[in-house]
């Protein structure tokens, strides 16, 4: 992380254990009344009033003790809800060692955490930060591992509900990482020797609310600029305008992995295109900030000749990425040893993908989880291409201020959730998107989307044909 | 409408009392509602007294009661004849591509000029009928407000008259079919204040939705009939330029010697098409054009207003209709020139006393930094496509009206599109902005411009970014083979038992 703070930051590699088979399944299915009496608890949206909670106080005892009720609360409820949805995949795809895995880890973190008796000395609140710690850097590279274990059940599932399992799987675990790393972060904060005054001290937990997305963009931008040095042997040069002295109050860990994944794209695609059109110099790359009310907007234009109308539906798809060649994509005979991604074998690109010092591109799904990264907190990411000529991207981040807005937890079926997710995509309202039932929306678009739902319902509802007497 | 109950040309004169009895309460009522709402929306009661158009009784509220003379017959008459209608709301419209039209002006010949007014004459009123049917399932209360029954009647005449028009068979045939044409053309160029005023009256009465595909259809439709029309008249206009010259006629005489043309004769034009438009010109005409309206509009001298910078594939051309394409390039850079003016107005106010010294002497008396930030157009040119990307730095769009700016009516936009009661015609042409004031704006340019290209297949996109400035795509496309993008009358409601 570039902006480091004073704790340990080992990132050890998933396991790759084989445990016999018997116990997995035998686990499944008779071990399952525990984790469904968690999973069918409400879960409570992350708000940015819990967040923010500690910002102007000192840290004290009774505020981590609460922090770390809170989590303890939640984290095994939204755990259980993970592992269930793997019980709803069809069995052959549950088979898959890769979703095999993950669901192992899952089931893993699940064990470890619902067992912690209530907490009430800090030693044993120290144990609970461990052992959450622990689990959040086992749980760091399952992303590769499942979109690995989808590719290889193309034929058994339907690309909508992979895309849907994956997304699911994507948002609850955002969900996960920031309660987990917001608790952690507090705890180590609590622990530290060096405590300014609380006026001054910058970092929440995880959120820093004085962060400078122009530094931050510049940073980030110089760093992607050597590892394109580093690939390539040439790389083109940017620069920023707008709106530079503006701050947001955002995590920094999400803005990074966003920025870094738009970033990549643009500088290899202005190479590729430079090396495709026989130009002399690389056109730099515009990077401009500008603040809105609340929002912090970024929009980064490329030349690299943009993204062809055909491709353009599939830019936010898992598993799909234009570097990567066509026959790896439809390799059907698969073993579990030779199964590759990218040409590459998984060990590699486990290796490869360790925060942002990966790939400079091709595992196909930088982009749909930059959007979902994005869309956590309420932003949007949309990007326009212009074919033959580049790419502008729109990024949108609403700072997390206490302030900011008002939510509403709405309860509805997966019928109505899906006309929800539609309306989404035209007007922002959805702030967290919480499971299959339950949506946290902005208060004010409340009405508005009521009155969209029942029309949407009227509109699809038919008469049954009297018979003809 | 309150004169119903003397009709005489009902077939039944039981039901025709009863139906009348009943429309007459409902009218009366609907009447009193819309008086109602007038008042409540009314602003520019002196303006609207004094416009004049050529139907009379269709701009004062206060006669809202004499809607049904201008056609002479009364809605409840016309209700039987509508079966005229369905005839004609049957067929398809035969949809045609750009590629089409200029193919059919490579070998003009008298026949295949002969055969583009049958096209023509047989079109329109296919065309017609499914937006005459559109107003008729408009809600009831719409269909009552004069300024629309005004378009609909006129829509009504217009498909009688076509309807009626004899088959073309000669040159002669031909040039009168013309006159009728463009007499139509210029009785129908009111129709889009019409629209404005009768939409911004309904918008409490109507859900916006329904209004704006009301309106979409309205429009694309008028577009393509006119589109139609215009390259009829166009290439007949040409080819009786080039047969003149052929036969060695001044530009005043000939049309008894021109009855028919000499066999074998045959021209090559292509009408209002161009098969090689280049978009940097056309940008920096309109730039040119949209620079000088706002220089004029607040007195500044030559060269203030924001510069615009052709970047990209500047070389690029493809085949379009070049007026509807400025249009749409119009729109955008009054719209953007209009922000950056607003957002950096102070920089104009501070510059006042050197303005003020150094008129007439051009941007170059400020010195070297241009007063406000350049609006930067990017053609981007494809195999299939081009887009063309206007960039401002004019602040961004207000977030509460960026919901609605593709919607034709809106509360926040009501008042503006009341700004039509001063406007008698408006042909959504570029030309036409020396008639009508730039600075009044309706609320409209941008909800045309995507009508304008969605025509033809294509799309405008707005990117706004709040506090710095609005990124707009216009993406058309460059081949000029994609079909008009015309719909029909929306399906035939099922009866059920």
């Avoid at chain 1, 902005?442 to 009521?450: C, W």
Wanted: charged letters at 20%.
């Amino acid at each position: 992380m570039l902006l480091a703070r004073a704790r340990p930051c080992v990132r050890p590699c998933v396991r790759l254990s084989s445990r016999p088979c018997a116990r997995r399944y035998s686990r499944a299915h008779y071990d399952e009344q525990l984790v469904y009496k968690f999973a069918s608890q409400k879960i409570n949206p992350v708000t940015v009033g819990q967040l923010l909670k500690y910002r102007r106080l000192p840290l004290s005892r009774e505020n981590i003790l609460d922090s770390v009720a809170y989590s303890q609360a939640e984290l095994p409820v939204r755990l259980a809800k993970r592992v269930i949805s793997f019980h709803n995949l069809p069995f052959i795809v549950g088979t898959n060692p890769h979703i095999a895995r993950v669901y192992e880890l899952y089931y893993d973190a699940f064990d470890r955490l619902h067992a912690f008796a209530p907490i009430a000395d800090l030693d044993a609140e120290w144990d609970f930060t461990c052992a959450l710690e622990r689990q959040t850097q086992m749980l760091a590279d399952v992303i590769p591992v499942i979109a690995q274990g989808f590719l290889e059940c193309k034929q058994y599932m339907p690309r909508e509900s992979r895309t849907a399992f994956i997304n699911d799987l994507i948002r609850s675990r955002i969900g996960l990482r920031v309660i987990g790393e917001q608790h952690v972060a507090l705890s180590y904060q609590f622990r530290s020797t060096h405590s300014p005054a609380a006026d001054d001290e910058p970092w929440v937990g995880a959120i820093h609310t004085k962060l400078r997305p122009a530094r931050m963009m510049e940073q980030y931008a110089s760093l992607v600029q050597n590892m394109c040095e580093m690939h390539y042997a040439t790389a083109p040069s940017y620069y920023l305008d707008g709106d530079v002295d503006e701050t947001i109050s955002y995590i920094p860990s999400h803005f990074e992995y966003i920025a870094c994944e738009l970033l990549k794209n643009a500088f290899r695609a202005t190479v590729d295109f430079t090396a495709k059109i026989n130009r002399s110099s690389h056109p730099p790359i515009q990077i401009t900030i500008t603040k809105g009310d609340g929002y912090v907007g970024v929009r980064i234009r490329d030349q690299g000749g943009g993204i062809s109308k055909e491709n353009m539906p599939n830019v936010f798809e898992y598993s799909w990425s234009s570097v990567m060649s066509a026959s790896s994509a439809d390799d059907s005979s698969l073993s579990a040893g030779a199964s590759t991604m990218a040409g590459m074998s998984l060990q590699t690109n486990l290796a490869l993908q360790q925060g942002v010092g990966g790939p400079i591109a091709g595992l196909g799904f930088g982009l749909p989880m930059a959007r979902l990264y994005a869309g956590y907190f309420g932003g949007s990411l949309d990007i326009v291409s212009m074919e033959g000529f580049g790419c502008d991207v729109f990024l949108k981040l609403r700072s997390i201020e206490g302030s900011a807005i008002r939510g509403v937890l709405i309860e509805c079926d997966p019928d109505a959730r899906e006309i929800l997710l539609q309306l989404n995509s035209k007007e922002k309202f959805i702030i967290e998107d919480l499971d299959s039932t339950h949506l946290f929306i902005t208060a004010s678009h409340l009405k508005r989307v009521q009155a969209a739902v029942d029309k949407e319902f009227e509109s699809t509802v038919y008469e049954v044909d009297q018979p003809a007497k | 409408m309150l004169r119903s109950t003397a009709c005489a040309s009902a077939p039944s004169k039981q039901s025709s009392r009863i139906v009348s009895n009943r429309m007459r309460r409902r009218l009366v009522s609907s009447v009193a509602n819309y008086q109602e709402s007038q008042q409540k929306l009314k602003t520019t009661t002196s303006a609207a007294a004094a416009l004049s158009t050529s139907s009379a009784s269709a701009a004062s509220a206060a006669h809202a009661r004499t809607v049904s003379v201008q056609s002479g017959r009364s809605l409840q008459q016309k209700f039987y004849e509508n079966r005229i209608l369905d005839r004609y709301t049957a067929q398809e419209p035969k949809k045609v591509t750009l590629r089409q039209l200029v193919l059919f002006g490579r070998q003009l010949t008298e026949d295949k000029l002969v055969a583009s007014a049958n096209y023509v004459r047989s079109e329109l009123p296919v065309r017609l009928a499914h937006r005459i049917s559109d107003f008729q399932f408009l809600p009831y209360i719409a269909g009552t407000n004069p300024h629309l029954k005004m378009v609909y009647d006129l829509y009504w005449r217009a498909f009688d008259e076509f309807r009626k028009f004899s088959p073309v068979k000669t040159l002669d045939d031909n040039r009168r079919f013309c006159d009728n044409v463009k007499k139509n053309l210029l009785e129908h160029s009111q129709v889009i204040p019409q629209l404005g005023m009768g939409v911004a009256e309904c918008a409490d009465l109507v859900a916006p939705d329904e209004i704006d595909r009301f309106m979409n259809q309205m429009l694309i439709s008028r577009i393509s009939r006119r589109t139609l029309a215009e390259q009829h008249i166009c290439l007949s206009e040409q080819y009786d330029d080039d047969l003149r010259a052929h036969l060695g006629l001044t530009a005043t005489e000939g049309y008894a010697q021109m009855a028919s043309a000499p066999r074998g004769f045959a021209t090559q034009r292509i009408g209002i098409v161009r098969a090689d438009c280049s978009v940097a010109q056309i940008v920096n005409e309109c730039a040119m054009h949209a620079a000088g309206l706002y220089e004029d509009a607040h007195h500044l001298p030559p060269g203030t207003a924001p510069q615009v910078i052709v970047e990209g594939h500047t070389d690029a051309t493809f085949m379009c209709i070049p007026a509807h394409f400025s249009y749409i390039i119009h729109e955008l850079l009054k719209n953007a020139m209009s922000h950056v003016m607003e957002r950096y107005a102070a920089r104009l106010e501070s510059d006042a006393a050197a303005l003020a010294a150094s008129s007439g002497r051009g941007a170059s008396a400020f010195g070297s930094e241009p007063l406000f930030p350049p609006i930067r157009v990017t053609v981007c040119s494809s195999h299939s496509d081009i887009v063309v990307r206007v960039s401002d730095q004019g602040g961004g769009i207000n977030p509460e009206v960026l919901p609605y700016i593709w919607s034709f009516t809106h509360p926040l936009k009501a008042k503006r599109l009341h700004n039509f009661h001063a406007v008698n015609r408006m042909e959504a042409r570029v030309n036409e902005a020396d008639a009508v004031a730039p600075l009044m704006s309706f609320g409209f340019g941008l909800p045309m411009s995507n009508v304008y290209a969605k025509y033809w297949g294509g799309s405008v996109n707005v990117h706004s970014l709040p506090g710095y400035g609005v990124d707009a795509y216009v993406q058309l496309p460059r081949l000029g083979n994609v079909v008009e993008n015309i719909s029909a009358r929306r399906p035939q409601v099922a009866t059920g038992v």
